[in-house]
């Protein structure tokens, strides 16, 4: 690969490895994708990652997607990466679709799949994504988050009363705490205790609608969240997106003591939320959050 890419129009390559014999959703989404502006080769149906992945390096291309609606997604999806691997072209982006449970889409993930894209997905979806994949990165593999990542800010921890957590917190433990803070858009009242370095973010539901009440309800008081101090944290949401990352905030929005914060959706990381920080700019910038337009939907 070189990186001539960038001066061309993103070249996809939409494939139908093993014995699957429906292409209907394939040819939809290479089609849409099309209309996208990219460039798609389908190699119709029964290829074998061998066959996927020589056709892959012959035409050049930056991303495969690979259609299964047979079941055999499992062994056929990491069998192309391992082709990949042994052909030294893992920088190639590959995704897939399918009727593919929860579970293994976070398997193929950690095998190398980048995203997988389940029934109900738009193809506008796809192409953003591909698109912001292939141009952010290049030629390069995508790097981490890690990348942005000062240190932990602070924990969070959901309290039902900031009163009854601060004589322990403060009065018994004998941390500094912060005057509290009330944020009536986030629907709770926080207070920090310090502790050394490190920093308990307790947070107190202002009413029984708040995300915080609802999860006392659920899991009562305990670790909510882990905030990283970040850089930057539009870059941190374009690379953590870019890893095909779930995320709540698609955009920053004010968070407590004057921050920037972002959260990722705590089912990639065990019912913990992961919160992304950084301090605002004065004047404090307010942060807008576009919904994404509908589009047509398809599967691979």
Not at 46 to 62: L, T
Not at 83 to 109: K, N, S
Not at 114 to 127: C, D, K, L, Q, W
Request: glycine share 10%; charged share 20%; aromatic share 4%.
């Amino acid at each position: 690969m070189t990186s001539s890419k960038r001066q061309r129009p993103i070249r996809v390559l939409v494939a139908k490895p093993g014995l699957d014999g429906h292409d209907r959703g394939a040819l939809i989404v290479a089609q849409g994708l099309r209309d996208a502006g990219m460039e798609v080769i389908y190699t119709g149906l029964r290829q074998s990652p061998e066959q996927i992945v020589a056709a892959a390096i012959e035409e050049d291309v930056d991303c495969i997607g690979l259609s299964s609606l047979s079941g055999a997604h499992m062994s056929l999806f990491p069998a192309v990466m391992a082709e990949l691997r042994r052909q030294d072209a893992e920088d190639i982006l590959v995704i897939g679709g399918g009727v593919i449970p929860a579970q293994d889409a976070r398997e193929l993930h950690e095998q190398g799949i980048a995203r997988v894209f389940t029934p109900g997905s738009t193809i506008a979806e796809m192409a953003a994504y591909i698109r912001e994949r292939i141009e952010t990165t290049g030629d390069a593999k995508v790097k981490s988050v890690a990348q942005w990542i000062v240190g932990v800010d602070h924990i969070g921890l959901a309290v039902r009363s900031l009163t009854d957590a601060s004589i322990f917190y403060g009065d018994q433990m004998g941390l500094r705490l912060s005057d509290p803070e009330e944020l009536s858009s986030q629907g709770v009242r926080v207070v920090f205790a310090e502790a050394g370095n490190t920093r308990l973010e307790l947070l107190e539901p202002l009413s029984d609608a708040s995300s915080i009440a609802r999860f006392l309800d659920k899991r009562g008081p305990g670790l909510h969240h882990v905030a990283y101090r970040v850089t930057d944290i539009e870059a941190c949401l374009s690379t953590a997106r870019a890893q095909g990352l779930r995320l709540i905030d698609e955009s920053p929005r004010p968070g407590a003591h004057g921050m920037l914060v972002a959260f990722l959706h705590p089912s990639l990381t065990g019912g913990v939320l992961t919160e992304y920080c950084q301090p605002a700019p004065m004047p404090a910038a307010t942060a807008v959050s576009t919904p994404a337009p509908d589009g047509q939907k398809g599967s691979l």
